[in-house]
């Protein structure tokens, strides 16, 4: 669908111990062939690589912050953890948009990204169409394995 | 920079009394001169006409749910209430994307839009572009009175 | 549809400090014409005169706690204080069911109250099949009104 | 008590993946003999099945949403996990009754069915008699077992 | 019942601007003609009076903390503020038993205080029993208010 | 110090699963010979058991709930579980006086009972200042401990 | 104490509309003549100038973040907000510490930047000294007059 | 930098306990050669020792409590524990500075104790900018990474 030459979407992570839940971004952005890139850049300990980044995006056709482009954020949890990376990211001031995931919803945050770039994209839309469809195919699969052969065969595989 | 025949963004609410503060959201995208809707649609007590409209909407240019366009939640909170709204916003399903913004955050889910709209229209990005500089300067000018007045001054203000 | 001398749904609450709230139970089931009491009875304070309440309430027709009758639980919440009510009411162990109803929510207890009656009760059926087809149709109107006049005239009533 | 053949409770989930805690509701009606069916249909990505399922339900004797039965909400809460589904379920409008259980409240949740139904049902309500008797019984039994043999020998077991 | 001269009980608060609160648990003891002393003794601010008091409460008869008599905590909570005082007398270490009241329980409190004295004062319990029995026939008195005359009429009240 | 066949203190729990906590209060009164009983009784499933040994419980010198003898109230938590039983026992209306204890403080709540026995006791005041000696003297001891061998060292063991 | 021309500690705030809680800062800094400057500099809207003054901020003498010198929060909580800003100055990850004061702690957090400063400046600690011994004297004070008026005196106030 | 034989920082803990996560806080003083001492004092258990500490703190030179030196408390969680120990240390009242770290930061509390030493340690002042620089530079270093051999291959590492 894409040029994979040029990110059109920018995965940051403040570190690479977040790459275990972010990479489900990766991946599902990799399933729609939309070209991104992974990057680690902290607002804490790379605050001028991360401004530098933000202004320079735009060019170079990337989702970021502090820029004129959508942002989404995924706060990551960890097990015994607390919320905090969640309220963080919700408490953005009025003029500072950003679209929050749940907790750890990478894929979500990919899927969004989906959406949005299927405004202008008619083939990235048909194929995000093929998605919600199966998405839809599976529960009716499901519900009909569940009539035809009992709960108790489903729970057991 | 639209026309404002066509609307490219459905404020969509589960109750008119939910206008007072949604409103913020019409106001902001009538100052980009961005063509909306403002509609009361139930989920819980007009479910089929909830559907029709996501359904029908993309053909229609608009955002919503049970769609495959990006969709915005502004959760709702009345003084002395719970946080019930974010939290049911914030728990979607993996496979369905929703962009939840602060509680009452109207006006960032209108300026997410903007930000997304923006992505393919150049006009709309240079009004955006003003708009965060203008909101850049306001922060320097509030500074500099700061600075030449004193706290004590502002704070009778 | 109900002969009143006979109640089939106990309003019971702690103390009559509850009734503002409370009430609202009792005024839906007038509209319904569902014959009801409203008590006061407490575990705390009168544990017998509860205890006695519930084993008698199922030949008197009525819903009670400690009793195989379906019981509904509205936790109390009053401006400025805690969810302590509500997590008493929601932590019931296994083996005793509570229905519970969001804080205050004493409007959509007596509506699940109708529901269950209801079940049994053609003449009710029609009653609040009527009521939902109303809201419904509250609804569309409110959204053609808000079509028709715009938003700055609704919000303005 | 019941003939099998027409489902009188319908366990709904939005995905299989529920079954490990859902499956204990399916459990419990079957030790009363009650007739029911398990679905998996999703209010987001089969939206036009569940409101199928939700209209034909009277007909066919369920328990649904988005209808005129009474509707018994379990939230789902996996370790690690938050209490979103918990507060998404407890959050319904004014209009919409909807009773909430503990999170993964199965059995509550089917006990609740079972005195709704019993209320119309004489062979079940003493079923269920039986049922809460022995509750009782088993809690007295265990308390004398502590006094004959002390705690220490219970607590070896 | 007792000598006034002599204080059973301490009630300490870290500053006066708790009184308006705490002096219901001095109202309480004074209809129970307990005799009690009101104190401002602050473990940030005079630590070392704090500890003074601690230390030669015993002697005098008196509840007090850092001590070997039994001490009750009620956490202050005002009008907007957090949970904060609750949160910090609930989490004693394994071997510092406090008994914590619901925020703003003073008078809880002074009735727990009443419990405990009451053990080895045959007239303060006579005096307690007969508080208790007059909460429960105030809640007969109102229940049976209602009965007579509705509940609108004492809502109304 | 007391005729071990006349309880002083009762360890009430809603069911035996609660004994492996609860039995660290049997343990600590065991330790100061403080005679005591340990019991299932069910608020929910045997409520007239519940009321009986309420009542009783004074003639036969008990601590426990519905009655005018102090109530210690020990919130049980799981791991993976709420802190719904907690909420519960905070709540307690104005009358009802229920000294909280943090959550699984067994071993608390039976020193706040021996602070409270320890009021009309000589024997057990002398025996209860021992322990806290104690506690005091090895807090000492393992702080010397630090200093002398180095933190490195007792991390280690 | 200090030459007020050259600041040894920046207020800054995110929006001017912060000032009428940090003020109480500002004060507390008077009290003990420590030079200090009130700025209005914004993370998200004025990134740029954010950096420069942190970076610039030890030339200057400066208490500042995204420097090597301390940095105090205060949490800003409003009427009826959440407790977001808490949650976000609160989770700041490990490498970068943050000195976190209760929500509006603006007076505290001046305290603290006095106990630092008195580490190295004899004469502010004496200042400080004798600040403490005034809080000290007066909880004394407000005690006496307790005990000596009676707290139904105080109370009227 | 400094001498070892003058602690300059006082590592202080309830119970050895804690020792687990506080050590990381000696240890980071141990990189940077700042002469700390670890002890174990309780403001529960041996309170007196508690107030010797903090008044003897200033003249040998320690971070302590109670006392007119800089306090940074940290507060610990364990898994399946509350947010207690948080709560307490957040709730000072006004005119107790204390500067609180998320929980467990024993690392973050112990840098906070670098950065305010250094305001008056030229020497301090470079060993930790150079620890701010390669914090930085191993941010950059692994995005490098990340770019050159693609994020599969460090999630495998």
Known sequence: MNDMSSPLVGIIMGSDS??????DAAKLLDEFGIAHEVRVVSA?????????????????GMT????????????????GGGHEAF??????????????????????????????LALADQQLYEAYS????????DVVAIDKQ????????????
């Open 64 to 79: 970021a912050s502090e820029t004129t482009l959508p942002v989404i954020a995924v706060p990551i949890k960890r097990e």
């Open 18 to 23: 977040d790459l275990d839940i972010m990479s």
């Open 87 to 116: 309220w963080s990211n919700i408490k953005m001031p009025p003029g500072v948009p950003l679209a929050t995931m749940p907790e750890n919803g990478a894929r979500n945050a990919a899927l969004l990204a989906v959406r949005i």
């Open 130 to 137: 093929t998605y919600v469809h199966k998405q839809h195919d």
């Open 44 to 60: 804490h300990r790379t605050p001028e690589e991360m401004a530098s980044y933000a202004k320079e995006s735009r060019d170079r």
């Open 146 to 157: 569940l009539q035809d052969d009992g709960w108790q065969t489903i729970l057991k595989q």
